[in-house]
């Protein structure tokens, strides 16, 4: 394993950085501020506790958007988030709206990833129907290992204006939550996109996030190949082909979709 850690003094300098960038956004954009979905998650929390620092509580909104598979804990824990930042946040359940969906096309009914992203998609409709009518924008909370493998919804938590976390690693979100002062029950969280009963992030990808953090620092923005990644962390090289292929097999999702090229 790699140690991937900040320093303090570095610690402060992404917290500088990332406050600047949500700033600049907020400003280039001429907004009222940010809305953002907080789940209960350390991805939004941190993205919270960030975009407060940048703009004052009073210019971020939060959405607490619960489906029937949301976890009572996580749905309570994203309350108090919002209440310890002194945001004004909504609660609205997502359910009713997902099965209006499915009344419509009732054949997606029991397709869990179907239905699941569904959910991710109505959590978008949602922000951007708050930021429209408040003049803000869309906070994304993905990270920079989630962006890399494609574990996000294709415009459905994807879909927003900017990711002010885009640039750390996941074990990295951890470490600025707790130097930002995020309290150490939500920083240790275990990651979860509640799409579904159940689900969690490490088991659905494979792989646990220390490992794929690596793997990422060390292969895909790194310099190193399969073979030295691979003896560098001690992982089957097997591990590594699949972490290039969920790379190489979600750039449709990081890219702007294509079209062909005008004719002359
Ligand atoms: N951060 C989180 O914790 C989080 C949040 C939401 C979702 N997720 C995870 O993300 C995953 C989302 O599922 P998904 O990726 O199957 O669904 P998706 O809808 O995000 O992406 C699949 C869709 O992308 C399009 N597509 C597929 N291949 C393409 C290609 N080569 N070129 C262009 N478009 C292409 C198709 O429309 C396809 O239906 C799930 O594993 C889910 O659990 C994680
Ligand atoms: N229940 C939720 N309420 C509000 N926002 C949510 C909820 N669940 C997810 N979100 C938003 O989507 C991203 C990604 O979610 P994962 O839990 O990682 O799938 C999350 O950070 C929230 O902004
Ligand atoms: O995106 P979040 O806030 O739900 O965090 P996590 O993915 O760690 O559950």
Avoid at 113 to 127: I, K, M, P, S
Wanted: proline residues 4%.
């Amino acid at each position: 394993m790699i140690d991937l850690r900040f320093s303090d003094g570095e610690l402060e300098r992404q917290r500088d950085h990332i406050t600047e960038f949500i700033r600049e956004q907020v400003d280039a954009a001429g907004a009222d501020g940010v809305v953002l979905g907080l789940s209960g998650g350390i991805d939004s929390t941190l993205t919270g506790y960030l975009a407060v620092e940048a703009l004052g509580s009073e210019n971020v909104h939060g959405l607490v958007l619960p489906a029937t598979v949301s976890s009572e804990g996580n749905m309570s824990d994203a309350e108090l988030v919002a209440r310890d930042l002194e945001i004004s946040y909504d609660v609205i359940e997502i359910e009713p709206i997902v099965d209006s969906l499915l009344s419509v096309y009732p054949e997606a009914e029991g397709d869990r990833e179907a239905v699941g992203n569904a959910r991710a998609r109505v959590r978008g409709v949602l922000n951007y129907l708050v930021a429209n009518h408040e003049s803000r924008l869309v906070l994304g909370t993905g990270n920079r290992s989630e962006a890399a493998v494609g574990y996000f919804t294709k415009y459905g938590d994807g879909a927003v204006d900017c990711h002010p976390i885009g640039n750390l690693y996941k074990g990295q979100v951890r470490q600025l939550a707790r130097h930002v002062g995020v309290p150490e029950e939500l920083a240790a969280k275990t990651a979860t996109a509640e799409l579904w009963a159940d689900q969690t992030d490490e088991d659905e990808l494979g792989i646990s996030y220390e490992t794929l953090d690596d793997i990422l620092a060390t292969h895909i923005d790194g310099p190193l190949s399969v073979a030295a990644t691979a003896r560098l962390l001690e992982v089957d090289e097997e591990t590594v082909e699949r972490v290039r292929g969920m790379y190489e097999r979600s750039g449709h999702k990081r890219d702007v979709p294509p079209a062909p090229d005008p004719l002359e």
